[in-house]
């Protein structure tokens, strides 16, 4: 397949490299070390499995809209801060 690659200059750089010690032309030179490169992907990345443990929640409590429910206590609290202030104030 032919195609256009655009190579950042450390890239080309080494490619060039390896082109001059093997003796080889830079397509095969490009195409090993692509090959090289996807193998290597698929031997070193380990599968990560995390165990799941429970949270100790209880059932009647609905973490769903947790997030709203942390918004709303949070502006309560502004409220309150903001209305001591103004007692303050007075």
């Known amino acids: 397949m032919r195609t256009t690659v655009t190579l950042d200059l450390d890239v080309a750089m080494a ?6 010690e093997r003796a080889i032309s830079f397509k095969k030179a490009l195409n ?9 992907r698929r031997q070193d990345v380990p599968v990560y499995r995390l165990p799941t443990r429970s949270l100790g929640l209880r059932p009647d409590v609905d973490l769903d809209k947790a997030l709203r429910l942390s918004t709303e ?4 609290e502004i409220i309150s801060r903001l209305e001591l202030r103004k007692s303050t104030l007075r």
């Open 15 to 20: 490619l060039r490299e390896v082109v001059r």
């Open 32 to 40: 090993a070390l692509v090959r090289a490169g996807l193998a290597s």
């Open 73 to 76: 206590l949070e502006d309560a």
